[in-house]
């Protein structure tokens, strides 16, 4: 199993930055993808960004591309989101997934994903 925990949220003006971390532990060895994901409220979830762990390689959703960076510290079990030029839009919890089945291929559907975090808000104030 893998256990994760996101932090780095918080309150932040529109044009701002914040940079969100996820740490995870227990079954942390293998080629498997770490996303990040946000639900604003009265909508679903959605996919934010990836990161192959051992391989860096990264994918990320339109709506981000540009001003976000996902990012991985092998040594320390963690993966972080460094978001840049904030619009209120950006206002979401915002949860770290594992995708232990990677092959090669990111996922952007929650399904795919087995583990998750219990989501760090992120605020952003126009």
């Known amino acids: 199993q893998v256990q994760l925990a996101e932090s780095g949220g918080g309150l932040v003006q529109a044009g701002g930055s914040l940079r969100l971390s996820c740490a995870a532990s227990?079954?942390?060895?293998?080629?498997?993808?770490m996303g990040w994901f946000r639900q604003a409220p009265g909508k679903e979830r959605e996919f934010v960004a990836a990161?192959?762990?051992?391989?860096?390689?990264?994918y990320y959703a339109d709506s981000v591309k540009g001003r976000s960076t996902i990012s991985r510290d092998n040594a320390k079990n963690t993966i972080y989101l460094q978001m840049n030029s904030l619009k209120p839009d950006d206002t979401a919890v915002y949860y770290c997934?594992?995708?232990?089945?990677?092959?090669?291929?990111?996922?952007?559907?929650?399904?795919?994903?087995?583990?998750w975090g219990q989501g760090t808000q992120v605020t952003v104030s126009s």
């Open positions: 227990g079954r942390t060895s293998g080629n498997y993808a």
């Open positions: 997934a594992a995708d232990l089945a990677y092959s090669g291929t990111f996922y952007t559907s929650t399904y795919r994903y087995h583990y």
């Open positions: 990161i192959n762990w051992s391989g860096g390689s990264t």
